[in-house]
């Protein structure tokens, strides 16, 4: 029975049956008793394994094929109308020639299959901030993820009325999970998102980076808003204050670690805390008082499995330990548990790697094999997160004091400083960089950009997004956020890190917020403001205030490297390159002089 009378919904829904032609169709309400009833299904198929429900309870396994195992870059697409709007980052393809590959592909893909029908809703339910998308697809795995992962059921068709055209179609079938066949492709101008021939999350759960960023980025270009790639996290002082910050990273550098921080044992002791309103997507709007808002969109948290424990992220670890879904993780035999590297040094020996071989961990381990993959995953209500901000579901979201940039420098970039304006600000993360770790296949050290951690999720021309940031920040004037760049990875010629990370980042993320409230001082440099070394905390640390003297640190030789490197960037995006940006490069370049 239909959930909905929205005529714009049926009629799409009517197309998507009468194109892929399943054999049944059933409406996601929800509801305990129909997502048991699913989870009890996926279990009996073999698709998904029950775990040990005492000490795992609600806590289910799901492997996908070896071919399918994260988000495919190069199959990804955004079919603007024109070429140019998508911008050279992103691979386009003209929207009615893929509209008629995809059609031939989707003919009767979902014969003898159960087409799902997920409403859900991007942020909490009756906020303004909060956009819905319906997804159909033949997939028992997507129905129990997007569960986690929005807020799905009837509601969402609450939200969205009866007669709002404002929803983003969503198309997924695993069809035969081919490779050669798999595409992810977004339809900007169209509210809609094709995905075929992956059963991987990243891939085809759709309300993820394909509504919430590629899709959304768009909306708010359009609308007025700004759809990041940023964790939300507030810091309450003593008194009961707690202010938010938002910041963005490229992959492996300490997005979720830093929106779960754990503050360190002289910042407890007095009373501080650190609460977790996202970890890694942002919808951001101007509030009626003038100031930036944020809203996490998500309901929950889709981590990589691998190198999260006790130490590195026990609130992470915590979050996974009820309802969740574990995806390409290995499985202890002996206990029904799961196990990933990094997770401790106790690899299971009767195990089942995450293509589902027994083996036996010693000799599989010894052979420089993993037994999780290196991007297995962890689908965990947010609900579960020891350190969730109470402010998580509010309707307005919380208000933004910092937005903070930061990449993986060995050497170039300082341990924190702060932009001279918006407009310097959004210089700063436009030139955004990480340098390759030996993880990555590749040369290491080779410097990649990736603006604002946004380069793969920017669903337009990058050149129009940062055009759209700078007018942004005239709107905000006086009330914009301050805007930061962090560098927790400078090392020493050893190679190690000097700053101990962690925990520990509260400590520059205290002086970041004195800079926001005007309590600190700082010194001027060729690239910003910089802290006074002595004005960041180092009490029962190892380091000493000549470390970070050492860590703020400016070689005006390697800025004036960075200076070229970044000259070839820019050029990448010819007459679109807004004129504040290269001004911007103009008076680096005369500071480096």
Same mark, same amino acid.
């Given at each position: 029975?239909?959930?909905?009378?929205?005529?714009?919904?049926?009629?799409?829904?009517?197309?998507?049956?009468?194109?892929?032609?399943?054999?049944?169709?059933?409406?996601?309400?929800?509801?305990?008793?129909?997502?048991?009833?699913?989870?009890?299904?996926?279990?009996?198929?073999?698709? /998904?394994?029950?775990?040990?429900?005492?000490?795992?309870?609600?806590?289910?396994?799901?492997?996908?094929?070896?071919?399918?195992?994260?988000?495919?870059?190069?199959?990804?697409?955004?079919?603007?109308?024109?070429? =140019?709007?998508?911008?050279?980052?992103?691979?386009?393809?003209?929207?009615?020639?893929?509209?008629?590959?995809?059609?031939?592909?989707?003919?009767?893909?979902?014969?003898?299959?159960?087409?799902?029908?997920?409403?859900?809703?991007?942020?909490?339910?009756?906020?303004?901030?909060?956009?819905?998308?319906?997804?159909?697809?033949?997939?028992?795995?997507?129905?129990? &993820?997007?569960?986690?992962?929005?807020?799905?059921?009837?509601?969402?068709?609450?939200?969205?009325?009866?007669?709002?055209?404002?929803?983003?179609?969503?198309?997924?079938?695993?069809?035969? !999970?081919?490779? =050669?066949?798999?595409?992810?492709?977004?339809?900007?101008?169209?509210?809609?998102?094709?995905?075929?021939?992956?059963?991987?999350?990243? &891939? $085809?759960?759709?309300?993820?980076?394909?509504?919430?960023?590629?899709?959304?980025?768009?909306?708010?270009?359009?609308?007025?808003?700004?759809?990041?790639?940023?964790?939300?996290?507030?810091?309450?002082?003593?008194?009961?204050?707690?202010?938010?910050?938002?910041?963005?990273?490229?992959?492996?550098?300490?997005?979720?670690?830093?929106?779960?921080?754990?503050?360190?044992?002289?910042?407890?002791?007095?009373?501080?805390?650190?609460?977790?309103?996202?970890?890694?997507?942002?919808?951001?709007?101007?509030?009626?008082?003038?100031?930036?808002?944020?809203?996490?969109?998500?309901?929950?948290?889709?981590?990589?499995?691998?190198?999260?424990?006790?130490?590195?992220?026990?609130?992470?670890? +915590?979050?996974?330990?009820?309802?969740?879904?574990?995806?390409?993780?290995?499985?202890?035999?002996?206990? /029904?548990?799961?196990?990933?590297?990094?997770?401790?040094?106790?690899?299971?020996?009767?195990?089942?790697?995450?293509?589902?071989?027994? !083996?036996?961990?010693?000799?599989?381990?010894?052979?420089?094999?993993?037994?999780?993959?290196?991007?297995?995953?962890?689908?965990?209500?947010?609900?579960?997160?020891? *350190?969730?901000?109470?402010?998580?579901?509010?309707?307005?979201?919380?208000?933004?004091?910092?937005?903070?940039?930061?990449?993986?420098? +060995?050497?170039?970039?300082?341990?924190?400083?702060?932009?001279?304006?918006?407009?310097?600000?959004?210089?700063?993360?436009?030139?955004?960089?990480?340098?390759?770790?030996?993880?990555?296949?590749?040369?290491?050290?080779?410097?990649?950009?990736?603006? /604002?951690?946004?380069?793969?999720?920017?669903?337009?021309?990058?050149?129009?997004?940062?055009?759209?940031?700078?007018?942004?920040?005239?709107?905000?004037?006086?009330? +914009?956020?301050?805007?930061?760049? $962090?560098?927790?990875?400078?090392?020493?010629?050893?190679?190690?890190?000097?700053?101990?990370?962690?925990?520990?980042?509260?400590?520059?993320?205290?002086?970041?917020?004195?800079? *926001?409230?005007?309590?600190?001082?700082? $010194?001027?440099?060729?690239?910003?403001?910089?802290?006074?070394?002595?004005?960041?905390?180092?009490?029962?640390?190892?380091?000493?205030?000549?470390?970070?003297?050492?860590?703020?640190?400016?070689?005006?030789?390697?800025?004036?490297?960075?200076?070229?490197?970044?000259?070839?960037?820019?050029?990448?995006?010819?007459?679109?390159?807004?004129?504040?940006?290269?001004?911007?490069?103009?008076?680096?370049?005369?500071?480096?002089?």
């Amino acid at each position: 029975m239909a959930l909905t009378n929205n005529k714009n919904v049926l009629r799409w829904l009517d197309e998507m049956i009468a194109l892929t032609k399943p054999a049944h169709v059933e409406w996601i309400d929800g509801s305990d008793e129909q997502l048991q009833k699913l989870r009890d299904e996926a279990i009996s198929t073999g698709e /998904m394994i029950k775990l040990n429900q005492e000490e795992l309870p609600g806590c289910l396994y799901h492997r996908t094929r070896p071919n399918d195992v994260a988000r495919v870059e190069d199959r990804t697409f955004i079919c603007s109308i024109k070429k =140019e709007d998508a911008g050279p980052t992103n691979n386009w393809c003209d929207p009615q020639e893929m509209h008629e590959k995809l059609h031939g592909m989707y003919d009767g893909v979902m014969k003898g299959r159960t087409m799902y029908v997920i409403p859900y809703c991007m942020g909490p339910i009756g906020s303004p901030f909060s956009k819905v998308g319906v997804e159909v697809t033949d997939s028992i795995y997507v129905v129990l &993820n997007m569960d986690i992962m929005t807020r799905m059921g009837a509601d969402a068709f609450k939200q969205l009325g009866d007669e709002s055209n404002d929803f983003v179609r969503g198309l997924h079938s695993k069809a035969d !999970v081919d490779p =050669e066949g798999r595409y992810i492709v977004h339809f900007p101008e169209e509210n809609t998102i094709c995905s075929i021939n992956s059963a991987y999350g990243g &891939n $085809v759960l759709l309300g993820k980076k394909c509504f919430a960023l590629r899709i959304a980025s768009y909306q708010g270009k359009q609308e007025g808003w700004m759809a990041e790639h940023m964790l939300i996290l507030g810091v309450e002082n003593p008194q009961g204050e707690v202010k938010y910050i938002t910041a963005a990273f490229p992959s492996a550098c300490g997005k979720t670690n830093l929106a779960m921080l754990i503050p360190p044992e002289i910042y407890k002791e007095k009373g501080y805390k650190v609460w977790t309103v996202g970890d890694d997507i942002a919808w951001m709007r101007i509030g009626p008082d003038g100031r930036l808002w944020a809203i996490n969109p998500e309901n929950g948290f889709f981590g990589v499995a691998p190198g999260t424990n006790t130490k590195s992220n026990p609130n992470a670890l +915590a979050t996974t330990r009820k309802g969740t879904i574990f995806t390409n993780v290995a499985i202890n035999k002996d206990n /029904m548990t799961v196990w990933w590297e990094g997770l401790d040094k106790n690899p299971p020996v009767n195990a089942i790697e995450w293509k589902g071989a027994e !083996v036996n961990g010693k000799e599989y381990t010894a052979e420089g094999n993993k037994l999780a993959h290196p991007n297995s995953r962890f689908t965990a209500p947010a609900v579960n997160c020891p *350190c969730l901000s109470k402010e998580f579901d509010s309707p307005n979201g919380v208000p933004v004091s910092a937005i903070v940039f930061g990449g993986r420098r +060995a050497k170039t970039a300082p341990l924190v400083y702060q932009s001279r304006s918006w407009q310097h600000g959004v210089f700063v993360g436009s030139i955004m960089a990480s340098e390759t770790t030996a993880a990555a296949t590749g040369a290491v050290g080779v410097v990649r950009r990736d603006p /604002m951690a946004m380069l793969p999720f920017c669903g337009y021309h990058m050149g129009d997004y940062w055009k759209h940031w700078l007018e942004m920040g005239e709107k905000l004037g006086d009330k +914009a956020p301050k805007i930061f760049n $962090v560098n927790w990875f400078r090392t020493d010629d050893e190679g190690h890190f000097i700053w101990p990370g962690f925990g520990d980042n509260l400590r520059v993320l205290m002086w970041i917020l004195d800079r *926001c409230e005007g309590k600190a001082d700082a $010194v001027e440099t060729p690239i910003g403001f910089e802290p006074k070394a002595e004005d960041i905390n180092i009490e029962g640390l190892d380091i000493t205030v000549d470390t970070i003297r050492d860590l703020l640190n400016v070689d005006k030789d390697l800025w004036r490297e960075e200076a070229k490197g970044i000259h070839e960037f820019y050029t990448k995006f010819g007459d679109k390159l807004p004129k504040e940006l290269q001004d911007e490069l103009a008076t680096l370049e005369a500071n480096l002089k």
